[in-house]
Nanobody
Framework: QVRLVESGGGLVQPGGSLRLSCVAS????????MTWYRQAPGKGREMVAT????????NYADSVKGRFTISRDNAKNTVNLQMNSLEPEDTAVYYC????????WGQGTQVTVSS
């Protein structure tokens, strides 16, 4: 059974940090490109950060460059998103995505940035 389980979301004040994790199971994690997406209320889903299967290629949305860092551990089937200097505009549901021979999505984790 394929699963992507996100964790680490929550409520944080502006300027704070959160670390999201996504644990994968049921497929060959190491051959999949892993991406974090987010969807804010009333808006479409947007790519936040992506990392190639070996970790050699990363890409970030302009709005998070210099603040967010994506990483992965293929031995632990995990992809992380370190989010620093959070802003209210980062408030959204964050989703983990795996793309390869097939595409899988997690259920999402809520991140709220508010004072």
């Amino acid at each position: 059974q394929v699963r992507l389980v996100e964790s680490g979301g929550g409520l944080v004040q502006p300027g704070g940090s959160l670390r999201l994790s996504c644990v994968a199971s049921g497929f060959t994690f190491s051959i999949f490109t892993m991406t974090w997406y987010r969807q804010a209320p009333g808006k479409g889903r947007e790519m936040v950060a992506t990392m190639s299967s070996t970790g050699g290629i990363t890409n970030y949305a302009d709005s998070v460059k210099g603040r967010f860092t994506i990483s992965r551990d293929n031995a632990k089937n995990t992809v992380n998103l370190q989010m620093n200097s959070l802003e209210p505009e980062d408030t959204a549901v964050y989703y983990c995505n795996a793309r390869g021979p097939f595409e899988f999505w997690g259920q999402g984790t809520q991140v709220t940035v508010s004072s």
